[in-house]
């Protein structure tokens, strides 16, 4: 059997190819989901805060390498985005289809902002992402959500 972290290093990698192949090659009228902020909020709902925080820096700095814009801003989003929803299991049943959607969703918008508030103290101006994607992406966030539930249910966790 394949262990649980050869599972987790392959879900690091092969989301920084889909990342990149999505943002790059699979944007819908310049809009691209963040699959990235997604599985750290998926990581940080079934494996906890720390897990999601590691993985959500190094994918943050994938993404920083990837944007050279302001290096360190999504490291910095990602961890803060795994430390909110490992908090916030504690309250809130994460492991639920709806619950982690709509963490998502709120998250993509918090994502967003930060972002554009990092761009304003930093380069002194808003990153603004855009009317479209600003709109969209709590959306398409969403549903690639569910598609990462349905796959973490049947290739990390097979056996309940």
């Known amino acids: 059997a394949v262990s649980q972290y050869a599972r987790l290093l392959t879900v690091f990698l092969v989301a920084m190819v889909g990342q990149w192949w999505w943002s790059s090659h699979g944007a819908i009228y310049g809009v691209a989901p963040q699959l990235l902020l997604v599985l750290t909020i998926a990581v940080a709902a079934r494996q906890g805060p720390l897990c999601a925080m590691v993985m959500g820096f190094f994918?943050?700095?994938?993404?920083?390498?990837?944007?050279?814009?302001?290096?360190?801003?999504?490291?910095?989003?990602?961890?803060?985005?795994?430390?909110?929803?490992?908090?916030?299991?504690?309250?809130?049943?994460?492991?639920?289809?709806?619950?982690?959607?709509?963490?998502?969703?709120?998250?993509?918008?918090?994502?967003?902002?930060?972002?554009?508030?990092?761009?304003?103290?930093?380069?002194?101006?808003?990153?603004?992402?855009?009317?479209?994607?600003?709109?969209?992406?709590p959306f398409y966030n969403s549903f690639v959500a569910l598609l990462v539930y349905v796959l973490w249910e049947s290739w990390m966790e097979p056996a309940r």
């Open 59 to 137: 994918w943050g700095l994938f993404l920083d390498v990837m944007a050279a814009r302001l290096v360190g801003a999504n490291a910095l989003a990602l961890t803060l985005a795994a430390y909110g929803t490992g908090s916030m299991r504690r309250q809130v049943d994460l492991l639920g289809l709806a619950p982690q959607c709509l963490m998502v969703a709120s998250l993509t918008l918090v994502y967003f902002m930060f972002m554009g508030l990092m761009g304003l103290v930093f380069l002194h101006s808003f990153m603004w992402v855009g009317w479209m994607s600003f709109l969209v992406d």
